[in-house]
């Protein structure tokens, strides 16, 4: 007669697993229970805004001799690149972000680009004689300056109105200047006046700036007409790339010490500017 083995113990097993896992986790509740004094642990990181570059009226002044177009000033700055468009019509780009992409202020004022393919961007409405300083905050900016901006933003300001000292009478001022360039015959004139008391300040300023197309150093196509029933252009001319602009700007401002109140009036007419990239031409006032 043969006798079947007993079965196997998987009970006395399985209460001694459910006995361990309760001592384990007494132990644990116990470890979490008890007092323990950590060191202080402390944490540090760069800071994410960067420093904004900045161009003062010494830089402006500069780098607005060869040219007509305030958003090439910024070519001064890192990381800062102009897409050419018309003469004074460049798009700015901060790290290969260009247009909507950027937020630009003139004055603290947000300005927009216009027509259907942006041929009027907000810096081509300001010229370069007009600008005081310029700074730059690329890619992740201040609350203060901040929104549409994610490439960076770009904050432009004007000529701010002077005012004479205290106990002076009234104080006049005015510059004038000009440029020609042989490049494409480019000349402007730019005229600053201005009366200022203690309290009171009036100003204009006021530039004009012309360009026929621009020749090249040697021919490098054949010469001809540009289309059937328009003007004759060189071996040596690049069509479409002549311009002319007037900006008129003026001031009247009063304050003190503690606060400014100004009424600006700005006016810009610009009869005709070409784009050698796209076919069209800006032909409005």
């Not at 027509?115 to 907000?122: E, L, T």
């Not at 490439?151 to 000529?159: A, D, F, M, S």
């Not at 000009?178 to 204009?204: D, I, K, M, P, Q």
């Amino acid at each position: 007669m043969s006798v079947a083995p007993p079965p196997p113990c998987t009970h006395r097993w399985t209460r001694l697993g459910v006995l361990l896992l309760i001592a384990a986790g007494t132990q644990l509740r116990a470890d979490a229970d008890a007092d323990v004094d950590f060191a202080p642990v402390q944490v540090t990181a760069p800071g994410l805004l960067s420093t904004p570059s900045r161009l003062n009226t010494e830089d402006i002044e500069a780098g607005a001799a060869p040219t007509s177009d305030t958003a090439h000033l910024l070519q001064q700055l890192p990381g800062v690149r102009v897409l050419p468009m018309g003469q004074v019509s460049g798009l700015p780009s901060i790290h290969g972000f260009a247009d909507d992409r950027l937020r630009i202020q003139v004055d603290g004022m947000d300005w927009l680009a216009a027509c259907a393919n942006h041929m009027n961007p907000p810096l081509s409405l300001v010229s370069p004689q007009q600008v005081e300083s310029i700074e730059v905050f690329a890619g992740i900016t201040p609350a203060s300056v901040g929104g549409d901006s994610l490439g960076g933003t770009i904050r432009v300001e004007t000529k701010a109105p002077t005012f004479a000292p205290a106990g002076e009478p009234t104080r006049w001022d005015g510059a004038l200047g000009g440029f020609y360039r042989t490049a494409s015959h480019a000349n402007g004139v730019h005229l600053e006046v201005g009366a200022a008391s203690h309290r009171w300040s009036l100003g204009y300023n006021g530039a004009f700036e012309q360009a026929a197309n621009y020749r090249a150093a040697q021919g490098f196509k054949p010469a001809g007409l540009a289309a059937p029933g328009r003007d004759w252009i060189d071996a040596d001319e690049v069509g479409s790339t002549r311009f002319e602009t007037q900006n008129h700007r003026l001031r009247l401002a009063t304050g003190d010490d503690q606060q400014l109140l100004q009424l600006q009036l700005g006016v810009q007419h610009m009869p005709y500017q070409g784009y050698p990239n796209q076919r069209m031409i800006l032909t409005c006032s």
